[in-house]
């Protein structure tokens, strides 16, 4: 098993930055995947990107560009920089964890993007 904790959201004006958080109860580098997804109020949960334990790293294309995720195996955290953030960017961001035939989420952390 593995909890995860996300935290970094908050309010930002359209064109800011946010760097999320996600600290996890064991070793990042023994999850198989570790990923951030979002849902927006009256909107299904989507993926936003991965890093998997190799170092292969996913991004959906609207964030493509302007996230970055990156992992610290010692503080067994994975990241999501976000830069040039745009109002449609307001969502829940849960952090996610694979593992063969499980996933585990996080309780999420707000983004809200706004002038």
């Known amino acids: 098993q593995v909890q995860l904790v996300e935290s970094g959201g908050g309010l930002v004006q359209p064109g800011g930055s946010l760097r999320l958080s996600c600290a996890a109860s064991?070793?990042?580098?023994?999850?198989?995947?570790v990923g951030w997804y979002r849902q927006a109020p009256g909107k299904q949960r989507e993926w936003v990107a991965t890093?998997?334990?190799?170092?292969?790293?996913n991004y959906r294309d609207s964030v493509k560009g302007r996230f970055t995720i990156s992992r610290d195996d010692a503080e067994n955290t994975v990241y999501l920089q976000m830069n040039s953030l745009k109002p449609e960017d307001t969502a829940l961001y849960y952090c996610?964890?694979?593992?063969?035939?499980?996933?585990?989420w996080g309780q999420g952390t707000q983004v809200t993007v706004s002038s």
């Open positions: 996610n964890a694979k593992d063969p035939g499980r996933d585990y």
């Open positions: 890093i998997t334990r190799g170092g292969m790293i």
């Open positions: 064991r070793s990042i580098f023994s999850i198989n995947a």
